[in-house]
Nanobody, 126 residues
Framework: QVQLVESGGGLVQAGGSLRLSCAASGRAFSNYAMGWFRQAPGKEREFVAAISRSSSSTHYSDSVKGRFTISRDNAKNTVYLQMNSLKPEDTAVYYC???????????????????WGQGTQVTVSS
């Protein structure tokens, strides 16, 4: 089992940057595929980015491709989401998620994850 805690959210102007972190506690972080999702008010939670156990594979939603970068540091039990060129439509609560998977698997569906953090708010002003 793994526990996830997100940090790094806040208020930023359009065009700015933020880096989210998700610290995992528990055993064998390197056995978990990781993902980031977001949920805006009145909308369903949606996929943002995912990374495989070994960082060999990543995947992004079309809405963030080229602006966001997911990475992980298995030695620090942490996954990151670097967000650049932020837009007001990126405003949401951002969640990280984890699931035990094979070495090269990325998971892009909500149903594919068993473990979730509590979320961190990102607000982008115009």
């Amino acid at each position: 089992q793994v526990q996830l805690v997100e940090s790094g959210g806040g208020l930023v102007q359009a065009g700015g940057s933020l880096r989210l972190s998700c610290a995992a506690s528990g055993r064998a972080f390197s056995n978990y595929a990781m993902g980031w999702f977001r949920q805006a008010p009145g909308k369903e939670r949606e996929f943002v980015a995912a990374i495989s156990r070994s960082s060999s594979s990543t995947h992004y939603s079309d809405s963030v491709k080229g602006r966001f970068t997911i990475s992980r540091d298995n030695a620090k039990n942490t996954v990151y989401l670097q967000m650049n060129s932020l837009k007001p439509e990126d405003t949401a609560v951002y969640y990280c998620a984890a699931d035990r998977r094979g070495p090269w698997v990325v998971v892009t569906s909500l149903e594919g994850y068993n473990y979730w953090g509590q979320g961190t708010q990102v607000t982008v002003s115009s």
